[in-house]
């Protein structure tokens, strides 16, 4: 080909660039939305707010925006992904730092679209995909109860990501793949409780964002695959449908109760991710509580517990052969409360291979139980268990964590448990 040929097919190749880069640009440009004056938190109903409260324990929302011993809602908690770290915003009423210079249609952008006020793709860290279908008045209600809230002026650190996924127009990419609003109508067949469950769980709740797996860019895998269990922080998310590996059925009543406690006495007590769950549902409406219990009793409603609970495997003997140092270590540090009659054993305490963390297909939940103990997810009086990260190496980790679930496990035994317990410990540091 002659040099001339060549330079036309360069000049071509870049020009189709151009085209490409500015076709993007438009796609990616959102315009900033004008500043307003913090409103008055005087002028808003104060039904409004009220309600707006309810929504923001429904949605579990300072749990993202609240860093350890910071402020409600003031940002800086971090969101670990495989591309980096994102740190929660402040969503206070502080024009510098936070929302405060918001409008309600800078608000309803980023809950709709994931767009900031001032046009900038937000990392769906922040579940817009599931905020795009709550209702107006909702979102109203959200709307007047962060303004109403104390102003704290605090900037969160910056956000750590791999490159080039800190230019933030990337996004849009993503979004033209995996987001789509998908608006929840009631069903007919179903009741009140059940509708209102839905939706709740399906927007503000956002529970497929932890109990469904994700793809290679982190994207739910909903439809069929939706609710069939997901990481989160570190901790596994069981399935909560079909699929779920709990020993005993998840009824309404059980969902409820353990939704405003943080424990079944049929289950055991919520850990991990799921302590802050339950420490916000415990202060959300009781009706909207029970309904969240209704629609996803439903869920689990074909599990292997809803049709058969099963006797509890005891395996002890066994165990005690095939772990001798794990049954030592769990004499030593675990016995005196988990042990039938003894005497931490005190009312209402679920027997140990109750716990669906035993009878799950992977170790994690067992093994950062173990690791970072349990703390009362509602109130002080709650279940609590002791941390061992600093007494007990890897090893003894992994020794202990077999010996349980040669017990009491129900599944396959599960391999590599020291390589698990080194990476879960790395996970938290």
């Known amino acids: 080909m002659s040099r001339s040929g060549i330079t036309r097919k360069l000049i071509w190749a870049a020009a189709a ?26 002028l808003f109903d104060p039904a409004l707010v009220v309600r707006g409260a309810n929504l923001a324990r429904l949605g579990n929302c300072v749990s993202c925006h609240q860093s350890a011993g910071g402020r409600p809602y003031a940002g800086g908690y971090p969101v ?32 709709r679209e994931g767009v900031g006020r001032d046009g900038s793709h937000l990392y769906p860290a922040f579940p817009y995909t599931h905020y795009a279908n709550v209702t107006e008045s909702d ?45 929840i109508t009631p069903a007919a067949s179903q009741s009140a409780a059940w509708n209102r469950g839905r939706y709740i769980g399906e927007t503000l709740a956002h529970c497929t964002a932890c109990h469904s797996p994700r793809g290679l860019l982190q994207q739910e895998k909903r439809g069929a695959q939706a609710y069939d269990g997901g990481w989160s922080g570190g901790w596994y998310a069981p399935p909560i449908n079909a699929h779920s590996p709990a020993v005993r059925a998840w009824t309404v009543e059980r969902l409820d109760a353990y939704f405003r406690t943080g424990l ?7 850990a991990g991710p799921m302590g802050s769950v339950t420490y916000n549902l415990a202060r959300a409406a009781p009706t909207d509580v029970h309904a969240l219990a209704t629609y996803y009793a439903w869920q689990m409603r074909a599990a292997p517990a809803a049709r058969f609970e099963p006797p509890l495997p005891d395996r002890q003997a066994l ?10 270590l769990y004499e030593g540090a675990c016995a005196v409360c988990h042990e039938p009659g003894a005497a931490m054993m005190v009312a209402g305490r679920p027997a140990l291979p109750l716990g669906t ?8 939940d067992t093994i950062q139980i173990v690791l970072k103990g349990l703390h009362p997810p509602v109130s002080p009086r709650g279940p609590y268990m002791p941390a061992f990260a600093d007494a007990l190496d890897d090893r003894h980790v992994a020794e202990i964590v077999a010996y349980l679930q040669m017990r009491h496990g129900t599944g396959s035994a599960w391999k590599n448990l020291e390589k698990d317990v080194a990476k879960a410990r790395k996970e938290g540091e």
């Open 80 to 111: 670990k992904t495989p591309f980096g770290t994102i740190y929660g915003s402040n969503i206070t009423p502080d024009p510098a730092t936070g929302i405060g210079a918001w409008s309600p249609a800078a608000f309803r952008r980023a809950m």
């Open 264 to 270: 079944s006495t049929a289950h055991a007590a919520a």
């Open 17 to 42: 660039l151009c085209v490409c880069v500015l076709i993007f640009a438009i796609i990616a440009y959102r315009p900033a939305i004008a500043t307003v004056t913090r409103p008055d938190p005087r």
């Open 357 to 364: 963390p035993l009878h799950e297909d992977n170790p994690r």
């Open 319 to 328: 165990a005690s052969q095939r772990h001798p140092d794990g049954a030592r």
């Open 139 to 183: 979102l109203g209600e959200l709307y007047a109860f962060l303004m109403t809230q104390p102003a704290v002026r605090s900037v969160p650190p910056a956000n750590t990501m791999i490159p080039p996924l800190g230019f933030r127009p990337l996004l849009v990419g993503w979004k033209l793949l995996f987001f789509r609003r998908q608006h």
